[in-house]
């Protein structure tokens, strides 16, 4: 008799499996483009959702009213943000390095602080995931 697999094994590895499979965040094919949303409409994750779209990246330039600044005000730049993600009909922008020469600042917008990822070069620009969240 084949002691290593029995039923109560196969339905702990099954059970193990759907468990630590269902866990992370699941990230969708486009269905296509999407029709234009309202900066409004635009939520800021500072981590994954658990289900959503990619709908590419949107990149804002750090320079004249867009300061990441040393009090941590970054209103301006949230505002160009989110008016660019909804451009590309997303209902939220993902604060989450697209690259591993990003560095990270925090700013803030309405009382709350978020890690925005920022490339750096001439100028440094705030980079960020356009997404649309079938799932929170």
């Not at 084949?2 to 759907?18: D, G, K, M, S």
């Not at 900066?39 to 804002?60: C, F, N, Q, R």
């Not at 917008?109 to 649309?132: D, E, K, L, M």
Request: with cysteine.
């Amino acid at each position: 008799m084949n002691t290593l697999v029995t039923p109560t094994r196969l339905t702990l590895a099954i059970f193990l499996t759907v468990l630590l499979g269902g866990c992370g965040p699941q990230v969708v094919e486009s269905t296509g483009p999407r029709p234009p949303t309202t900066p409004s409409a635009v939520s800021i994750y500072d981590k994954e959702p658990k289900k959503y779209e990619k709908l590419g990246i949107v990149e804002v330039p750090v320079g004249g009213i867009v300061q990441w600044n040393a009090n941590g005000d970054g209103t301006p730049g949230y505002e160009k943000l989110l008016a660019a993600a909804a451009a590309k009909g997303a209902n939220g922008i993902l604060l989450k390095p697209t690259s591993p020469d990003q560095m990270v600042v925090l700013a803030g917008y309405r009382g709350t602080y978020h890690p925005v990822p920022v490339r750096p070069g001439s100028p440094n620009a705030a980079v960020v995931q356009a997404i649309y969240v079938l799932e929170r």
